[in-house]
């Protein structure tokens, strides 16, 4: 088993900022690079951001770019994803998945959190 | 941006069933290729990497075949616990498409 547990999702206003975090188990966390996807009510999933093992690289979905940063904390086996200026179109489950390949972050995903829910609305 | 296209996106069976899923990508990802399980209210679960290896512990009627574009996930004798949404997801390059998800519903 892997567990992998999100927190921080709740209710925002639009150009508020959230900050959810992963916490994670089960493996040497600093092997592998870890993942962000979001699933908008009753919609299909969505890729958002990776950070390599290291944290030396990040990419990001061109819909969140420039408001959203991965960052990961390997002493404490944590991922965040800090979100500013939420839009309502970010309302979603959010969950954190772990790369299935060691130390490749373009890999499949072999295990997802649970998912916290961030909703946007005044 | 690689896109994928996942067909068909609701697809009616009974139990006992062989049922296929299709993705097509938009340029060749040789067999970077995943399908993940989402049933309701639930997280997804990894059923195949690199088109056709089954993660461990998934059951040997899930199958995956393709390479290139054009890939598909079979079902073999659908069992009731099969019923849910499946996407296929590219990990050739950023950003990590997914398609559109096939709903499999029971008849």
Same mark, same amino acid.
């Given at each position: 088993?892997? !567990?992998?547990?999100?927190?921080?999702?709740?209710?925002?206003? !639009?150009?508020?900022?959230?900050?959810?975090?992963?916490?994670?188990?089960?493996?040497?966390?600093?092997?592998?690079?870890?993942?962000?996807?979001?699933?908008? !009510?009753?919609?299909?999933?969505?890729?958002?951001?990776?950070?390599?093992?290291?944290?030396?690289?990040?990419? &990001?979905?061109?819909?969140?770019?420039?408001?959203?940063?991965?960052?990961?904390?390997?002493?404490?086996?944590?991922?965040?994803?800090?979100?500013?200026?939420?839009?309502?179109?970010?309302?979603?489950? &959010?969950?954190?998945?772990?790369?299935?390949?060691?130390?490749?972050?373009?890999? &499949?995903?072999? &295990?997802?959190?649970?998912?916290?829910?961030?909703?946007?609305?005044? | 941006?690689?896109?994928?296209?996942?067909?068909?996106?609701?697809? *009616?069976? *009974?139990?006992?069933?062989?049922?296929? @899923?299709?993705?097509?990508?938009?340029?060749?990802?040789?067999?970077?290729?995943?399908?993940?399980?989402?049933?309701?209210?639930?997280?997804?679960?990894?059923?195949?990497?690199?088109? *056709?290896?089954?993660?461990?512990?998934?059951?040997?009627?899930?199958?995956?075949?393709? *390479?290139?574009?054009?890939?598909?996930?079979?079902?073999?004798?659908?069992?009731?616990?099969?019923?849910?949404?499946?996407?296929?997801?590219?990990?050739?390059?950023?950003?990590?498409?997914?398609?559109?998800?096939?709903?499999?519903? @029971?008849?």
């Amino acid at each position: 088993q892997v !567990p992998l547990v999100e927190s921080g999702g709740g209710v925002v206003q !639009p150009g508020r900022s959230l900050r959810l975090s992963c916490a994670a188990s089960g493996f040497i966390f600093s092997h592998y690079g870890m993942q962000w996807v979001r699933q908008a !009510p009753g919609k299909g999933l969505e890729w958002v951001a990776v950070i390599s093992n290291d944290g030396s690289t990040k990419y &990001y979905a061109d819909s969140v770019k420039g408001r959203f940063t991965v960052s990961r904390d390997n002493s404490r086996n944590t991922v965040f994803l800090e979100m500013n200026s939420l839009r309502a179109e970010d309302t979603a489950v &959010y969950y954190c998945v772990k790369e299935g390949n060691r130390g490749d972050y373009n890999s &499949y995903f072999d &295990y997802w959190g649970q998912g916290t829910l961030v909703t946007v609305s005044s | 941006v690689i896109w994928v296209t996942q067909s068909p996106s609701l697809l *009616s069976a *009974s139990t006992g069933d062989r049922v296929t @899923i299709s993705c097509r990508m938009s340029q060749d990802i040789n067999n970077y290729l995943a399908w993940y399980q989402q049933k309701p209210g639930k997280a997804p679960e990894l059923l195949i990497y690199a088109a *056709s290896t089954l993660q461990s512990g998934v059951p040997s009627r899930f199958s995956g075949s393709g *390479s290139g574009t054009d890939f598909t996930l079979t079902i073999s004798f659908l069992q009731s616990e099969d019923f849910a949404t499946y996407y296929c997801q590219h990990y050739y390059n950023f950003p990590h498409t997914f398609g559109q998800g096939t709903q499999l519903e @029971i008849k």
